[in-house]
């Protein structure tokens, strides 16, 4: 294979010395580490060249075998005496040098006037380079003397330079030197690249040509299918806002209750869920101290709107112990007390749902500026500490202590004027449609995550492995049937508050509850991950299933085959393990994964654990095929009968 490139244009005035041999072609040739050759060999080819006199010509090797052809014409009288044979060898050219000397403006308008035109003409999609040597004269000093000046006017500048490189498509270089920087690695570097370019075009265009000669010709290769397609794992849809939401309406866990002594009828709640919303409550729960929050708003909204009484004993609707009764909550406000199970409802179900907040209030309350004063305590409820809450603005929305934003600022009651004007009242209520449309996410799984772990209004104590580990029944109730099962019948667990976990580690136990307050998880790998399945599976926690099912296969299909055939990991034993809990979608999926990556998992010693069942799946759906490898044998006894290369192996 060869490589054909042709040097147009006299680059040697740059250089106040013979520029013949110390040419940028033959520079080049002399120094490439690329190029074999000394520069009396490439002397001799040059010299020895008789059969095309308009060109000096070079011969070299490149890359080892590649044989390099360089033709050089620095003369344009010469190039035109023979249109013949210059116009062949541009048009068989795989590459184009054109050159000029910077100082020389004679050979820049020989370049662009005579070898331009000839080169749009002849040459097709071939790589031009031109090269721009020498340094400028008197570039560096600015002299307004007529000889300085003089010298100047007779440069080409680098804006023509280029400019000629854009009308023809070209790389355009400026070599201030022939020394090993500018020769070997700017030069040389574009030269080689394009140099690479046309191995591979030919190389591309041999291959065609030779896969046309053999499809006419002999037994062709065999084509290998594509592997079956795996089957497809589904998650399962979040129910993590309407498991929080069901909390409220079924009374279960109440530890709080709120009341006003002229108001009939008292409201139940969970502290877990409203520490988890507002500060107010967290402070006034003693979750956090004055101290912790540092803001004043919030305290003085606790003081006016609750005092907790601890004389009095209203019953519970929820089956709650005689021994551990729920905290009593004076709400100070009459009116903001009978709105209060609408608040609740608003702030179980995620607290943004504020049009709806807004007709629910409505319906109790008709004057207007009670609606008001309502909505802006709820507001105060729920603010962020630190905020500056002087406006229900859009632009400087507030966050609740989940991350998602609160639309509206406001004033705290003792502070506003004019509470039932009828501006102020459509100015919030139409704030309040404006937020409800961003329906910002779920922000429990967030705060939530605050109580894990922790002994924070903790009504519940496991013990795993020696270890314990603090937890909320109202959590668990809510997101786990079978814990609420346990809590709420004739158990013993529903009597104590320290209970032992049996057949799961103390880090998967965590991140199983972690995935009750936060509706996610993410095992450190495919091994706890199948741990947390089968928590999941005890627990009967069907979402929790498929999430870890997700993650393993997820992680099965990002490995490289190189790691899947080194691994540790027993793959037939995750399938046991996946059929005995009852994940029928895993199983199936591992049993494609086997079959699939056959020639891996055929030569483990694992494999032969598989029963009679599982191996007839995955020899039947094994890929590649027995069918392919006999065809492949075939082919390659072929090949090698008729001593000729094989194309597929």
Same mark, same amino acid.
């Given at each position: 294979?060869?490589?054909?490139?042709?040097?147009?244009?006299?680059? $040697?005035?740059?250089?106040?010395?013979?520029? *013949?041999? %110390?040419?940028?072609?033959?520079?080049?040739?002399?120094?490439?580490?690329?190029?074999?050759?000394?520069?009396? %060999?490439?002397?001799?080819?040059?010299?020895?060249?008789?059969?095309?006199?308009?060109?000096?010509?070079?011969?070299? +090797?490149?890359?080892?075998?590649?044989?390099?052809?360089?033709?050089?014409?620095?003369?344009?009288?010469?190039?035109?005496?023979?249109?013949?044979?210059? *116009?062949?060898?541009?048009?068989? @050219?795989?590459?184009?040098?054109?050159?000029?000397?910077?100082?020389?403006?004679?050979?820049?308008?020989?370049?662009?006037?005579?070898?331009?035109?000839?080169?749009?003409?002849?040459?097709?999609?071939?790589?031009?380079?031109?090269?721009?040597?020498?340094?400028?004269?008197?570039?560096?000093?600015?002299?307004?003397?007529?000889?300085?000046?003089?010298?100047?006017?007779?440069?080409?500048?680098?804006?023509?330079?280029?400019?000629?490189?854009?009308?023809?498509?070209?790389?355009?270089?400026?070599?201030?030197?022939?020394?090993?920087?500018?020769?070997?690695?700017?030069?040389?570097?574009?030269?080689?690249?394009?140099?690479?370019?046309?191995?591979?075009?030919?190389?591309?265009?041999?291959?065609?040509?030779?896969?046309?000669?053999?499809?006419?010709?002999?037994?062709?290769?065999?084509?290998?299918?594509?592997?079956?397609?795996?089957?497809?794992?589904?998650?399962?849809?979040?129910?993590?806002?309407?498991?929080?939401?069901?909390?409220?309406?079924?009374?279960?866990?109440?530890?709080?209750?709120?009341?006003?002594?002229?108001?009939?009828?008292?409201?139940?709640?969970?502290?877990?869920?409203?520490?988890?919303?507002?500060?107010?409550?967290?402070?006034?729960?003693?979750?956090?101290?004055?101290?912790?929050?540092?803001?004043?708003?919030?305290? *003085?909204?606790?003081?006016?709107?609750?005092?907790?009484?601890?004389?009095?004993?209203?019953? %519970?609707?929820?089956?709650?112990?005689?021994?551990?009764?729920?905290?009593?909550?004076?709400?100070?406000?009459?009116?903001?007390?009978?709105?209060? %199970?609408?608040?609740?409802?608003?702030?179980?179900?995620?607290?943004?749902?504020?049009?709806?907040?807004?007709?629910?209030?409505?319906?109790?309350?008709?004057?207007?500026?009670?609606?008001?004063?309502?909505?802006?305590?709820?507001?105060?409820?729920?603010?962020?500490? $630190?905020?500056?809450?002087?406006?229900?603005?859009?632009?400087?929305?507030?966050?609740?202590?989940?991350?998602?934003?609160?639309?509206?600022?406001?004033?705290?009651?003792?502070?506003?004027? +004019?509470? $039932?004007?009828?501006? +102020?009242?459509?100015?919030?209520?139409?704030?309040?449609?404006?937020?409800?449309?961003?329906?910002?996410?779920?922000?429990?799984?967030?705060?939530?995550?605050?109580?894990?772990?922790?002994?924070?209004?903790?009504?519940?104590?496991?013990?795993?492995?020696?270890?314990?580990?603090?937890?909320?029944?109202?959590?668990?109730?809510?997101?786990?049937?079978?814990?609420?099962?346990?809590?709420?019948?004739?158990?013993?667990?529903?009597?104590?508050?320290?209970?032992?976990?049996?057949?799961?580690?103390?880090?998967?136990?965590?991140?199983?509850?972690?995935?009750?307050?936060?509706?996610?998880?993410?095992?450190?790998?495919?091994?706890? @991950?199948?741990?947390?399945?089968?928590?999941?599976?005890?627990?009967?926690?069907?979402?929790?299933?498929?999430?870890?099912?997700?993650?393993?296969?997820?992680?099965?299909?990002?490995?490289?085959?190189?790691?899947?055939?080194?691994?540790?990991? &027993?793959?037939? &034993?995750?399938?046991?393990?996946?059929?005995?809990?009852?994940?029928?979608?895993?199983?199936?999926?591992?049993?494609?994964?086997?079959?699939?990556?056959?020639?891996?998992?055929?030569?483990?010693?694992?494999?032969?654990?598989? +029963?009679?069942?599982?191996?007839?799946?995955?020899?039947?759906? *094994?890929?590649?095929?027995?069918?392919?490898?006999?065809?492949?044998?075939?082919?390659?006894?072929?090949?090698?009968?008729?001593?000729?290369?094989?194309?597929?192996?």
């Amino acid at each position: 294979m060869s490589i054909h490139i042709v040097a147009l244009g006299n680059e $040697g005035d740059a250089f106040h010395q013979d520029s *013949r041999p %110390s040419g940028l072609i033959r520079t080049y040739l002399g120094r490439s580490p690329l190029v074999s050759g000394d520069e009396s %060999s490439l002397l001799l080819n040059a010299a020895s060249t008789v059969a095309r006199p308009v060109f000096t010509e070079y011969q070299a +090797s490149a890359f080892g075998n590649v044989k390099l052809l360089v033709h050089d014409c620095p003369v344009w009288d010469i190039f035109d005496s023979d249109w013949y044979t210059s *116009r062949n060898l541009i048009g068989g @050219a795989d590459i184009i040098v054109i050159k000029y000397s910077v100082n020389d403006k004679f050979s820049f308008h020989e370049v662009k006037d005579n070898y331009i035109p000839v080169v749009k003409r002849a040459s097709n999609s071939v790589p031009v380079i031109i090269a721009a040597v020498g340094t400028r004269q008197n570039e560096e000093l600015p002299c307004t003397c007529p000889l300085c000046t003089s010298d100047r006017g007779s440069c080409v500048t680098t804006t023509e330079g280029i400019q000629l490189a854009k009308e023809l498509g070209a790389t355009y270089l400026e070599l201030h030197s022939l020394d090993d920087f500018y020769i070997g690695k700017y030069f040389g570097g574009v030269l080689e690249y394009f140099m690479i370019q046309a191995l591979n075009q030919k190389t591309s265009e041999k291959m065609k040509k030779r896969k046309m000669t053999n499809s006419f010709h002999g037994i062709r290769p065999p084509q290998l299918e594509q592997p079956e397609k795996m089957p497809v794992l589904r998650a399962e849809a979040s129910h993590y806002h309407a498991d929080l939401n069901n909390l409220l309406f079924c009374c279960q866990c109440v530890d709080v209750v709120f009341y006003h002594p002229e108001v009939t009828g008292v409201v139940e709640a969970h502290k877990i869920v409203l520490c988890a919303v507002s500060h107010v409550f967290m402070l006034l729960f003693n979750v956090k101290s004055p101290t912790d929050i540092q803001d004043s708003s919030i305290i *003085r909204t606790t003081q006016d709107l609750f005092a907790i009484n601890r004389d009095a004993v209203f019953p %519970s609707a929820g089956q709650e112990s005689p021994s551990n009764p729920p905290l009593r909550v004076i709400v100070k406000d009459a009116l903001f007390c009978s709105c209060l %199970s609408d608040i609740l409802r608003f702030i179980y179900s995620g607290a943004f749902q504020w049009d709806e907040l807004e007709e629910d209030v409505r319906r109790k309350l008709k004057d207007s500026g009670d609606v008001s004063d309502v909505i802006e305590k709820v507001k105060c409820i729920l603010k962020t500490p $630190g905020k500056s809450l002087s406006g229900f603005r859009d632009t400087e929305a507030p966050r609740l202590p989940g991350g998602q934003w609160l639309g509206a600022a406001h004033q705290h009651p003792a502070d506003e004027v +004019s509470q $039932g004007s009828a501006p +102020s009242q459509i100015n919030c209520l139409r704030n309040c449609k404006t937020y409800q449309a961003r329906k910002p996410l779920w922000f429990y799984n967030t705060s939530l995550k605050f109580f894990l772990n922790k002994p924070m209004l903790a009504d519940v104590v496991f013990e795993i492995q020696g270890a314990t580990v603090p937890a909320h029944r109202a959590i668990l109730v809510a997101r786990c049937e079978v814990m609420a099962a346990m809590f709420n019948g004739n158990y013993m667990e529903a009597k104590s508050v320290l209970i032992p976990v049996y057949g799961v580690s103390k880090e998967t136990f965590l991140s199983f509850l972690e995935y009750l307050y936060t509706d996610s998880c993410c095992p450190a790998g495919i091994f706890q @991950a199948m741990c947390l399945l089968i928590c999941a599976e005890m627990y009967q926690v069907s979402r929790l299933q498929h999430i870890c099912e997700l993650f393993i296969v997820t992680q099965l299909q990002s490995m490289p085959s190189r790691e899947l055939a080194s691994m540790n990991l &027993d793959i037939v &034993d995750l399938l046991k393990k996946a059929k005995f809990h009852h994940s029928d979608c895993l199983s199936t999926w591992l049993l494609h994964f086997i079959a699939t990556n056959y020639l891996i998992f055929s030569q483990k010693p694992e494999f032969q654990d598989l +029963s009679v069942e599982e191996r007839s799946f995955v020899e039947k759906h *094994r890929w590649p095929s027995n069918m392919y490898l006999k065809q492949l044998a075939e082919y390659r006894k072929y090949i090698h009968s008729r001593k000729c290369r094989c194309l597929v192996m």
